[in-house]
């Protein structure tokens, strides 16, 4: 899912890109890869494409402040109760990483991304196109967002931060931005166990008498 919920900002992306400022050749100008892999020194090389913007997840923490929520859903109509642990909701740390070997076109389509995530930072089910969730999804149903609400919003690291971030992926620094992608919801869609509601309370009760 988390594979899915990327996927989809990414299409979205690139759908801007094309729309907005043509797209060249028609080839995609956004991917998901792992900067911690470095730049391709040439196609089918190991690491991401270069004069691309890469997204790369780089952390993941759970949203405490909805670790509370109830593990049952209630039906009243059937006067039923099905149990099963409640989701689990991740921020996902997202860097965007413009691999140009020209540091004015990186510059440029940093800028633009910016602005992108500027103009539409939610992300829905309702305000994204079909084919935004179709294309390069992942091919088990399992895996694939039924209803999602995707916020991105942008995180600026401290300069220690950034020496952190870069050290641990072990290469050098690229035009970047980081955003955190938010509420993403997680959950196996299994039951636990079924019951029924209580709908009636017995209060027929009495007090014993000494005697008995």
């Known amino acids: 899912m988390i594979s899915h919920a990327l996927t989809i900002v990414m299409n979205e992306l690139n ?12 080839s995609p100008q956004v991917a ?13 090389s190991s690491g991401v494409p270069r004069d691309m ?9 759970e949203e405490k402040a909805l670790k509370n929520l109830p593990n049952h859903v209630r039906n009243d109509a059937a006067l039923t109760v099905t149990y099963q642990n409640p989701p689990v909701f991740l921020n ?21 991304a910016i602005r992108f995530f500027q103009f539409k930072n939610v ?14 999804a992942p091919g088990n149903a399992l895996d694939q967002l039924e209803s999602f609400k995707l916020v991105l919003d942008l995180y600026s690291p401290s300069m220690e ?3 952190h971030l870069w050290g641990t992926l072990g290469g050098k620094q690229y035009p970047f931005v ?23 309370v017995v209060t027929d009760f009495y007090q014993k008498s000494a005697t008995d």
Do not use: W
Not at 15 to 26: E, F, I, M, P, V
């Open 53 to 61: 913007l890469i997204l790369s997840m780089v952390n993941i923490k």
């Open 178 to 200: 980081l955003y955190v992608l938010r509420l993403l919801e997680l959950q196996f869609k299994a039951t636990q166990s079924e019951g029924v509601l209580v709908n009636e």
């Open 92 to 112: 996902c740390q997202i860097l965007v990483v413009a691999s140009h070997g020209n540091y004015t076109n990186a510059l440029l389509m940093l800028s633009r």
């Open 32 to 44: 998901l890869g792992n900067m911690a892999e470095g730049i391709a020194s040439a196609p089918g």
């Open 123 to 136: 992300f829905s089910q309702d305000n994204v196109a079909p084919a935004s969730m179709t294309t390069n």
């Open 161 to 163: 931060e950034v020496n």
């Open 15 to 26: 759908r801007h890109l094309a729309d907005t400022y043509g797209g060249g050749d028609g």
